[in-house]
């Protein structure tokens, strides 16, 4: 290990801001754990890095990409030509990995990275520090089973985490997701660990607090959010048309982020069409965990940020799963509506008036989320601990102690 550790993350995001959230929470935690740390973010995502980063933390900024089908992506921004913009960033993920020489480098999800661009850089990286250590680190949910494995398979995927990397490290809880046999992860030499959710766990503002700041006197309290925004515009106008509909005296106030990647034109339509409506819109909140802590209903997708950040605060939400392009969100709010912790309104129902009607029903109902039961939310902290002691014991001392 050099003089000073040096830790790079690979983060890649098509959509929202689930996986730079995750990196950066546990990039942060693995600095806290070693103060002679340094981590170099490797991040796509349009509005990166977005949230605050720790001292000891910066990042490189890849060509955006998004995921138009499984396995199929397409520039966000640059119009040239996919196979390019693919060549592109595998030139500077392989340039600035070969210059930073890091002791571990963590990959996010893809085990090759999107189109198979991380792939070359891993080869190259392994030949000229063979003792650097590579981690593959996966949300619980990836998307379904067969649609993942074929993937996985055509890409290689399978085979370079058997050959290149040292450890899988699983955002949840096996026994609430087998992610290993639902996938079938290979098994590596220093094993596979399910570090709980990874989710900010900094103290919440009261919800005196952010009610006075979003304008509410009284009434109950919705916070409507869509994660990073890029794919929450049904979700939004169905919301706004849902609310125009309540009876009259209905009481209740709306704080509604529509994402920091939705289009500014859909913004400016959404804030017209909510004209007189107890709707405040705003691109995105400092705090979000603070609003869900306050709200009296949440309304979202089933992106795994936002409801980590449910669960851990034990909140009501109505959740309305994105259809596609993967079954992730569809699996995780079939997953948590089977155990009774959110509600759930599926894409094929939804209309202004199954919304309106859901929306009374939920500000009344105390059955759910049920409370029996803790669900490990320290994942960070966990997944931290893990990278740590894989920097601490040599590899050949795990060889010898299987």
Not at 213 to 232: C, E, L, N, Q, T
């Amino acid at each position: 290990m050099s003089p000073s550790c040096r830790v790079s993350i690979y983060s890649q995001d098509s959509l929202g801001l689930g996986h730079l959230r995750r990196n950066i929470l546990i990039g942060g935690a693995f600095l806290d754990a070693r103060k002679d740390g340094n981590v170099l973010l490797l991040a796509d995502s349009p509005v990166a890095p977005f949230f605050t980063v720790p001292e000891r933390m910066d990042h490189v900024k890849l060509p955006s990409i998004r995921k138009v089908s499984a396995g199929c992506w397409e520039a966000t921004r640059l119009r040239i030509d996919q196979r390019e913009v693919v060549q592109l960033r595998a030139d500077l993920l392989r340039n600035v990995l070969l210059n930073f020489r890091p002791d571990l480098l963590l990959v996010d999800h893809m085990p090759v990275g999107a189109q198979g661009e991380l792939l070359p850089a891993v080869k190259a990286l392994k030949q000229a520090y063979p003792k650097c250590c590579v981690v593959l680190g996966l949300r619980d949910i990836l998307d379904a089973p067969e649609v993942t494995q074929r993937v996985w398979e055509s890409e290689g995927a399978y085979d370079a985490v058997r050959r290149y990397y040292d450890r899988i490290l699983i955002y949840g809880s096996k026994e609430m997701f087998n992610t290993c046999s639902t996938y079938s992860l290979p098994v590596l030499l220093t094993g596979t660990h399910y570090c709980g959710y990874v989710v900010k766990r900094d103290p919440v503002k009261r919800a005196k607090e952010v009610r006075q700041a979003a304008g509410i006197r009284k009434g109950h309290f919705i916070f409507v959010s869509a994660g990073g925004g890029g794919d929450g515009q049904l979700l939004m106008r169905t919301y706004v048309r849902a609310i125009r509909l309540l009876p009259p005296g209905a009481d209740l106030f709306t704080l509604m982020a529509v994402g920091v990647n939705a289009p500014s034109a859909f913004a400016s339509e959404l804030v017209a069409e909510a004209s007189g409506l107890p709707i405040r819109i705003v691109p995105y909140v400092d705090d979000s965990a603070s609003c869900i802590a306050a709200a009296d209903l949440v309304v979202c997708m089933a992106g795994y940020n936002t409801l980590a950040e449910v669960l851990y605060l034990k909140k009501k939400a109505l959740v309305i799963p994105r259809s596609g392009p993967s079954a992730e969100q569809t699996t995780r709010a079939r997953l948590l509506v089977s155990r009774h912790l959110i509600d759930v309104l599926y894409p094929a129902n939804l209309s202004p008036e199954t919304l309106a009607e859901r929306l009374q029903e939920d500000l009344k109902r105390s059955d759910y989320p049920l409370s029996e039961g803790t669900l490990p939310m320290d994942g960070a902290t966990r997944a931290a601990d893990r990278l740590v002691e894989l920097l601490q014991v040599p590899k050949e001392d795990y060889a010898a102690s299987i």
